[in-house]
């Protein structure tokens, strides 16, 4: 019965289809570098996001202005999947209230860009949110 979880498939729970976020539907420009807008929202002009993504090319020692597509695998692997048990210190900016503009480092794991659109994705309230988010999911079927 369909009903029933017994027997389901363990990759899609018996629904027949996946969701996930593709990378090469997240790194949409891999012929442009990260701070040039290889991947949508993550590039100069989101400082929020960037400031990031510049904290983990600080920690793992690459440019930001290299073209995505000619990182290494392994720097590649490390921004779109996180950094695992490493520890990478970050810089954060107070953008509003009595501390706006004061600056502030944080010591912690780098989630990835990929976890952080699948969290973003699951945990967000806003239809333009998860619109935008959805245009980097690939559906494979069982």
């Not at 017994?6 to 289809?17: E, K, L, Q, R, W």
């Not at 490493?86 to 900016?93: A, C, S």
């Not at 309230?125 to 069982?142: K, P, Q, T, W």
């Amino acid at each position: 019965s369909f009903n029933s979880p017994v027997g389901a498939c363990p990759s899609c729970d018996g629904i027949g289809t996946m969701e996930f976020f593709d990378p090469h539907r997240v790194v949409g420009f891999p012929e442009l570098s990260l701070a040039g807008g290889a991947i949508k929202g993550w590039a100069r002009r989101n400082t929020y996001y960037f400031s990031l993504v510049e904290s983990v090319a600080k920690h793992h020692k690459f440019s930001v202005e290299v073209p995505f597509q000619e990182l290494a695998a392994p720097v590649r692997q490390v921004i779109l999947h996180g950094s695992g048990e490493d520890e990478i210190r970050f810089n954060y900016t107070f953008e509003s209230g009595a501390q706006a503009g004061r600056r502030f480092t944080k010591k912690h794991k780098w989630e990835g860009i990929i976890p952080n659109m699948e969290r973003r994705y699951r945990e967000t309230d806003s239809g333009a949110v998860r619109e935008e988010l959805a245009r980097a999911i690939e559906v494979e079927v069982h």
